[in-house]
């Protein structure tokens, strides 16, 4: 079992940065069995696959228009996986959930995770 708990969201002018941090608590397994990922739901959209990182952190993948912008970390110590934001344009307004799923695979497509938070609003503002 995986709760899951974003934090971090909020408005931002266009340009900044923003880290957003998801914490998790596990029973029954460690985090470090988990794979993470970040998705995003923008108003009016479906929602979109934005990174994932391994279950050792060491791998990772990113939505080829995000990349070089976002970068997905984690911490197994802390229970914790972020998602650092920089050059944050208009249209990264969206709702962001964190994901874990216990398959090695680095999912992007959100069917290929089971447990979700309650996702944080990033507003991004001219």
């Known amino acids: 079992q995986v709760q899951l708990v974003e934090s971090g969201g909020g408005l931002v002018q266009a340009g900044a940065s923003l880290r957003l941090s998801c914490a998790a608590s596990?029973?029954?397994?460690?985090?470090?069995?988990?794979?993470m990922g970040w998705f995003r739901q923008a108003p009016g959209k479906e929602r979109e696959f934005v990174a994932a990182i391994s279950r050792n952190g060491y791998s990772t993948s990113y939505a080829p228009s995000l990349k070089g912008r976002f970068t997905i970390s984690r911490e197994n110590a802390k229970n914790a996986v972020y998602l650092r934001m920089n050059s944050l344009k208009l249209e990264d307004t969206a709702v962001y959930y964190c994901a874990a799923d216990s398959s090695w695979r680095i999912g992007v497509v959100d069917d290929e995770y089971y447990y979700w938070g309650q996702g944080t609003q990033v507003t991004v503002s001219s």
């Open positions: 596990v029973s029954g397994r460690s985090f470090s069995s988990y794979t």
